[in-house]
Nanobody, 121 residues
């Protein structure tokens, strides 16, 4: 099986920065796509940023120019650097990772446990 562990959330003032991390462990053969989602109270979960195995990235319009997604393939870890944070960025942030694990290269698509990001005005 594959385990995802997130870290880096917290409370920050508007204009501040936070860096989220999500590390995948287990008998991983290959990680392909790595995403960050967020869910604010009373709202649907939304895709914030995505990075594929080649390093190509995509961002939600609301975070372009402020957030940067990156990955360390040697550590099977994805990061989300969040700058110029706004109160509307307050949400629980989840990583979503897909790839292959085990002796048979079985496909997986798993979620992290979520980490709270709170931005005060």
């Amino acid at each position: 099986q594959v385990q995802l562990v997130e870290s880096g959330g917290g409370l920050v003032q508007a204009g501040g920065s936070l860096r989220l991390s999500c590390s995948a462990s287990g008998r991983i053969v290959r990680v392909s796509r790595m995403d960050w989602y967020r869910q604010a109270p009373g709202k649907a979960r939304e895709l914030v940023a995505s990075i594929n195995s080649g390093g190509s990235t995509n961002y939600a319009n609301s975070v372009k120019g402020r957030f940067t997604i990156s990955r360390d393939n040697a550590k099977n870890t994805v990061y989300l650097q969040m700058n110029s944070l706004k109160p509307e960025d307050t949400a629980v942030y989840y990583c979503n990772v897909e790839g292959y694990f085990g002796a048979w290269a079985t496909y997986f698509n798993d979620w992290g446990q979520g980490t709270q990001v709170t931005v005060s005005s």
